[in-house]
């Protein structure tokens, strides 16, 4: 059926329901719905800002309903309507998953919204003056999941959203890998975006920085790039270590910095660790990033990591409709990859693809195939030594009487659970375990773990116990 303005009608009440009330005002209500020629709907949209902020974020919720509502649209593009004379805009989207949008929207470098929206061809001249990747629309505050290890953070990311006086300059985000910096970044300008389409917001990684710096040397135009960095209202620089060693990069990093900070415009960095502890950079520039609010995202722990699994679940249950996960694996997961949120997202996605072609629930037996090298290499290498002195900890005994020859009780049992998860959590042999719980026999060991195999079902407490050690020793 070809797409008319009753569907769009529809599609729109559709809209209101799935997105809220608040962003289908401000996103899906300008829309006016133009023309479909050859299946590729034409919405007039306002502004260049609208069109591509709807593009990136809307385009495949409003493709979907289109499709249930019966349209036949391939794709949907929206052109700026400026006093009547509509223009295209740089944004377009194609079933079934949005497509690239234009050169403006692929630039990470370019102010992400122009100061005057009705000029698209200003637009794609400052596009054109830099070039890099694109925010990525997942990255919002909605879609980060917050719990002790990046609550700091996270609020700092919040508060430079709100935009306001700026009260820390820079906003220094630092940790390691994979732990969300640049998501909160990216969060930072999508919402100071939204709040104010008219900010001048630039976002790039200081590779990106380097690369146009040496760029404009070679092409004998520091004033452009000089402009450029100093006319907007909003810095983001990620992954700041890498310019470290690159002294002219940091010389000019240095006062594009400086300048910003004078006119009060914000600037926000992240880096992989502190500031005082680069090696390579420039004593200045340390006392520089360190001048602002410095926060780190510390290393997730269990629970984060289940949070986040939970919402990549819904998100992931959504796009392979039908697809289920057995209890038990994503616990499962959290447990065992503890290394960085990229990782067990990764982990994710390929159970779903899995799935998907099997056609079948995502079991536990599924996620160990199917995940074998990455559970191998994220495989925490916990020593005896180490459970030893959880253990003793625990059960609060000494050291040297959990390795020693006492028979009560009340050390004989925690030394039979160390030895359970000796055996359990580390690749050491019965004879090895054996040597480092004070010279004892192989079958001494073997008794001890069977003992506690058993007791484990029994025993609630015995299996609480083993829970929250062996828990203590994977994080
Ligand atoms: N708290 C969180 N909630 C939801 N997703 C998260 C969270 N932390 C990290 N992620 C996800 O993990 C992935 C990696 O995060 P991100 O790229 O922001 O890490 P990073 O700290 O910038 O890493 P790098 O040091 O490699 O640049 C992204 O897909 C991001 O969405």
Redesign the pocket.
Known sequence: MSMTHEIWGEVQDALLHSVGENNYKTWIRPLEFATCENGVAHFKVPTNFIGNWVNRNYSDQILRHLHSAGATVRRIEFDVCTGGSGRAAQASASAPVAAPATAHDRDPARPMAPRDTGHAAADSDEADLLPGATL?G??TFD?????PP?ELA?AAARRVSEGGPVTFNPLF?Y????????????AIAHQMRARDPSLRIVYLSAEQFMYRFVQALRDRDMMTFKQLFRSVDVLMV??VQFIAGKDSTQDEFFHTFNALVDQQKQIII?G?RAPGEMEGMEDRIKSRLQCGLVVD?HP?DYE?RL??LQ??VDFYAAQYPGLSIAPGVLEFLAHRIST???V??GALVRLFAMASLVGREITMDMTQDCLADVLRVSERKVTVEEIQRRVSDHYNIRLSELIGPTRVRNVARPRQIAMYLSKTLTSRSLPEIGRRFGGRDHTTIMHGVKRIEDLRGRDSQVAEDLEMLRRLLEA
């Open positions: 990525d997942r990255f879609r980060f999941v917050v719990g990046n996270h985000l940790g390691g890998v994979g732990l969300g910096k640049t998501h909160l970044m990216h990620d992954d992240s992989d995202l997730t984060l949070g986040i919402q990549k960085n949120v990229r067990l997202e």
